[in-house]
């Protein structure tokens, strides 16, 4: 596949994603952040949440099986291996341009390539290891989303993120936080129902869900 026609699936893969999610179906998560839900609110929640449903395996962004992951690394790392092969070769870098010659000339090249050929290996390791379907660990898509869901919602509402908090007398999660998040949650089980295993079950099981991977502050995006 050229460029070109990867950049033109790249295309058709946004708009399809873009179709499944209307401004409407981002009513809720402005309610939900106190936000008006006039088109221009509900544009930039589109533009904000939406690169980050894509992380979501869907209809038109299936996630690559097991046994493609693992070609792909393992060619991957082949390549490493070999480019580190000519590397040990005396004059390998006779006839390289200067400015490859420059860059390569502290060792760090080597060291670098060794690493990608390292990290492949131990990914190809951690894939073999893995059960019959290797899929991702349960939720894993969220976990990635949830730091992302955390700065859009200070960015937002212009304030701190809360944890989700339990509330003993009415035996439910709270927060204004949580609100946001259960929006989007839904948001996502309504509008990419294939993907729902990839979710938490209920809104009590997204807040243990939110608790147990909050993110550190130092590893907050924004």
């Not at 929640?45 to 690394?73: C, H, I, M, V």
């Not at 492949?120 to 990635?144: M, V």
């Not at 948001?187 to 938490?200: D, K, Y």
Request: glycine share 6%; aromatic share 10%.
């Amino acid at each position: 596949m050229t460029n070109e026609e990867g950049d033109d699936e790249a295309i058709r893969e946004w708009v399809a994603l873009e179709a499944r999610f209307p401004l409407e179906a981002f009513k809720p998560i402005a309610c939900a952040l106190g936000k008006s839900a006039v088109p221009r609110s509900l544009e930039a929640l589109q533009g904000w949440l939406l690169p980050y449903f894509d992380l979501f395996p869907s209809g038109t962004n299936k996630e690559p099986s097991r046994a493609e992951r693992k070609k792909s690394l393992e060619e991957l790392r082949d390549a490493a291996t070999t480019l580190l092969t000519f590397a040990g070769v005396r004059g390998f870098r006779w006839g390289l341009p200067w400015a490859l010659i420059m860059a390569t000339a502290d060792g760090q090249f080597e060291a670098t390539v060794q690493q990608l050929a390292d990290e492949a290996d131990a990914q190809i390791r951690h894939l073999s290891g893995l059960g019959r379907t290797g899929r991702p660990a349960k939720n894993a898509a969220f976990r990635e989303l949830t730091p992302e869901l955390v700065h859009i919602y200070e960015h937002i509402a212009e304030k701190k993120a809360g944890k989700p908090y339990w509330l003993p007398d009415s035996r439910a999660y709270g927060g204004e936080f949580h609100r946001f998040a259960v929006a989007v949650w839904r948001c996502l089980c309504n509008q990419l129902p294939e993907v729902r295993n990839a979710l938490p079950k209920t809104e009590e099981a997204l807040a243990q869900e939110l608790q147990a991977h909050w993110p550190k502050e130092d590893t907050a995006t924004g």
